[in-house]
């Protein structure tokens, strides 16, 4: 009899380190779920910025394109000519160069 409680305390303390150890793989798992998903989201969160970005440019390319189709900007036929461009009515936006210095939003 007193052999038989032996064994089981013994057994109880084998399903101890078990329970253990899979609670430990589980914690682990759960952390390199946690960590990949926050890679995900960042990487997500840059490409969202990258294709903004990327729209924004393209938008201010066809913009420029259209403006010297229509003559808003004056052609010369000098290849190394500038023209600023803005999308704002003559007159209405402030000046290149004058203000505080501060970038307005």
Not at 5 to 10: A, D, P, T, V, Y
Not at 15 to 44: C, Q, R
């Amino acid at each position: 009899m007193l052999d038989a409680c032996r064994s089981i305390r013994n057994q109880r303390g084998v399903a101890l380190v078990i329970a253990l150890l899979a609670l430990m793989f589980l914690s682990l798992l759960a952390t390199g779920l946690m960590v990949s998903l926050n890679a995900e989201t960042d990487l997500t969160a840059r490409t969202v910025r990258e294709d903004r970005a990327l729209n924004m440019a393209e938008a201010g390319v066809a913009e420029a394109i259209e403006r010297i189709r229509t003559g808003d900007v004056p052609d010369n036929n000098n290849p190394k000519m500038v023209s600023q461009i803005f999308l704002v009515q003559a007159g209405s936006g402030s000046r290149a160069g004058r203000g505080s210095g501060r970038c307005r939003r």
